[in-house]
C-alpha cells in the first residue's frame, strides 16, 4: 500500500557531509510525522531526527548543530542533511513515516529499506 525509499547514503570521510532523501509513495491522505532513524553493527536502532506535518523538529543529541531535518509535504518527501559526519555517525540509516493511509483513513507506521552511511577516519 505505501512505500518508503530512502537515498543517499555512501562513504565519505570525516568532515564531510551527506543528504539523505526519502520518498513516500502509495496510497496516502497524508502523512504526520517523518523521522530518521539509525542501527550501527551491535547496537539497537535508535533516533536520529523527526518532523512534524507542521515543520516541528526533534533531534537527537548526538546530531544536534550538526543535522537537519526537513521535509517537502507536496512531495511527501522527507530529508536529513548531515554536516560535520564523524566515524560515530556510521550506521545504516532508516526513514519511518506515520501514514494515514487512504481510502480508510487507518494511520499506520511504515519504515524504508536503510541506506548505509560510512564515514571513514
Known amino acids: 500500500q505505501v512505500q518508503l525509499v530512502e537515498s543517499g547514503g555512501g562513504l565519505v570521510q570525516t568532515g564531510e557531509s551527506l543528504r539523505l532523501s526519502c520518498a513516500a509513495s502509495g496510497s496516502i491522505f497524508s502523512i504526520n510525522t517523518m523521522g530518521w532513524y539509525r542501527q550501527a553493527p551491535g547496537k539497537q536502532r535508535e533516533l536520529v531526527a523527526a518532523?512534524?506535518?507542521?515543520?516541528?523538529?526533534n533531534y537527537a543529541d548526538s546530531g544536534k548543530g550538526r543535522f537537519t531535518v526537513s521535509r517537502d509535504n507536496a512531495k511527501n518527501t522527507v530529508y536529513l542533511q548531515m554536516n560535520s559526519l564523524k566515524p560515530e555517525d556510521t550506521a545504516v540509516y532508516y526513514c519511518?513515516?506515520?501514514?494515514?493511509?487512504?481510502?480508510?483513513?487507518?494511520?499506520?507506521?511504515?519504515w524504508g529499506q536503510g541506506t548505509q552511511v560510512t564515514v571513514s577516519s
Open positions: 518532523i512534524t506535518n507542521g515543520g516541528r523538529t
Open positions: 519511518k513515516a506515520n501514514v494515514v493511509v487512504a481510502p480508510t483513513a487507518v494511520i499506520s507506521e511504515y
